[in-house]
């Protein structure tokens, strides 16, 4: 058995962590698949998803701060739209996740949380969602 959602995403602005678990799960419980796995892709180029702590708010704000010092805007960048950087940082954090779903639950630890990360806002995004299983 397989489902796909799509869901949408509404960013404010640049290096934002969206907490996209609730969402994730929804799709997850309306897909009726008690056991699998749901993959979450993000198709854009200058955003990403990743699993990070979801309890502590500094958190995503450190994680921004790091991939921000890895990935400063830079003159010596040739890409005509300005956005190098979040094309940088979407990469090193990567357009997907794959989570096991059991009991019909994503099974996320204690601290985990799925993170949408905007690198290039503000925007209207695509999360799309695939529960495979029975």
């Not at 699993?51 to 502590?56: C, V």
């Not at 949408?116 to 529960?131: I, L």
Request: aromatic share 6%; proline share 4%; charged share 20%.
């Amino acid at each position: 058995m397989t489902s796909l959602s799509e869901l949408t995403v509404q960013s404010k602005t640049q290096n934002q962590w969206i907490n996209i678990s609730a969402e994730v799960q929804k799709a997850v419980a309306a897909s009726g698949i008690k056991e699998g796995i749901c993959v979450i892709f993000i198709p854009h180029t200058t955003a990403a998803v990743t699993i990070n702590e979801n309890a502590d708010p500094d958190v995503p704000h450190d994680v921004s701060l790091a991939l921000s010092a890895i990935s400063p805007d830079r003159r010596e960048f040739r890409h005509s739209e300005g956005n190098s950087a979040a094309h940088t940082k979407s990469s090193l954090v990567g357009p997907s996740l794959t989570v096991i779903v059991s009991g019909g639950k994503l099974l996320l630890g204690t601290w985990q949380g799925i993170w949408f990360t905007e690198f290039d806002g503000p925007r209207t995004r695509k999360v799309m969602v695939r529960v495979l299983g029975e």
